[in-house]
């Protein structure tokens, strides 16, 4: 069923809903665990919350996230954006933020999240896989509630004004950077406060840790002479150059 007051949509129901919406709306929930097929363009103001199902479209339909309001929010628990259906980003002037809440399993990013937008906060403890390259822009671009940001082969940016990681990080909350995706920073001209790549690995072998572990490392630049972007990953193992078989560091950043 569709209920709506006021620029409030919330599908919900156990069959495919075809919903025919046009237009500009506030809020739109989507919980229906057999999905959502959106027959027109759409575009949410306010807040999309994503809770169970998927939305897709089978006639090429847009949804176009922002445009008319200050902020938006996009929660994702047990929904997500599917296939067949086009999202446009108007968020010139929108602080953007995506929450992924507690999920059934762990969630992998989509088209819920543009290249770059104002926070990321993760509340999942199956963990969250990114599916792209982003950047946030906040001073707490991310905050790790509970569960880890897996980068994959993608690459996770911090911008110029965002400074720091929130959330009691470890090895249960920290962002996982063994592949070949960095943690990057971007740092302004000048000197800077120090930052800290909340990174950590999940790939030990050997005599390695073979489970999880949080290694974060802090830069600081006290002259730097031009805006630079500095990225950083871990592996769990020995530097290749280092020889010595007895005392050694079992892990490396670069």
């Known amino acids: 069923n569709m209920q709506g007051t006021n620029g409030l949509q919330t599908i919900s129901g156990t069959g495919v809903w075809n919903a025919t919406y046009p237009g500009s709306i506030n809020t739109l929930t ?6 959502v097929n959106l027959d027109c363009n759409v575009a949410v103001q306010t807040a999309l919350n994503l809770t169970a199902g998927s939305l897709s479209s089978s006639n090429a339909s847009t949804l ?3 445009g008319g309001a200050a902020t938006l ?30 999920a059934t399993a762990a969630q992998t990013t989509g088209a819920e999240l543009p290249s770059s937008l104002s926070t990321i906060n993760i509340n999942n403890t199956n ?10 822009t906040a001073a707490t671009g991310l905050t790790l509630t509970n569960g880890r940001l897996i980068l994959g082969n993608n690459d996770f940016t911090y911008g110029v004004a ?9 090895i249960a909350n920290m962002i996982v950077a063994d592949g070949s995706g960095q943690v990057k920073k971007v740092f302004a001209a000048g000197s800077s406060a120090a930052f800290t ?6 790939s030990g072998t050997g005599a390695n840790n073979a489970g999880a572990d949080y290694s974060p490392a802090t830069l600081q630049f006290t002259a730097n002479s031009v805006q630079r972007t500095i ?5 769990d193992s020995q530097h ?7 005392n050694y560091v079992s892990r490396y950043w670069k």
Not at 197 to 202: C, E, I, K, M, S
């Open 30 to 35: 989507i919980n229906n665990a057999s999905g």
């Open 64 to 66: 176009t996230l922002g």
């Open 197 to 202: 790549f909340a990174v950590g690995d999940v």
């Open 240 to 246: 290749p150059n280092d020889v010595n078989t007895t």
């Open 73 to 102: 929010t996009t929660t994702r628990t047990n929904g997500s954006i599917g296939g067949g259906l086009s999202v446009a980003y108007n968020l010139s002037a929108v602080t953007y933020t995506v929450n992924y809440n507690q």
């Open 162 to 170: 965002s400074t720091t990681t929130g959330g009691t990080l470890g």
């Open 127 to 136: 963990n969250v896989n990114l599916n792209s390259n982003v950047t946030v």
């Open 231 to 235: 990225g950083v990953r871990v592996t």
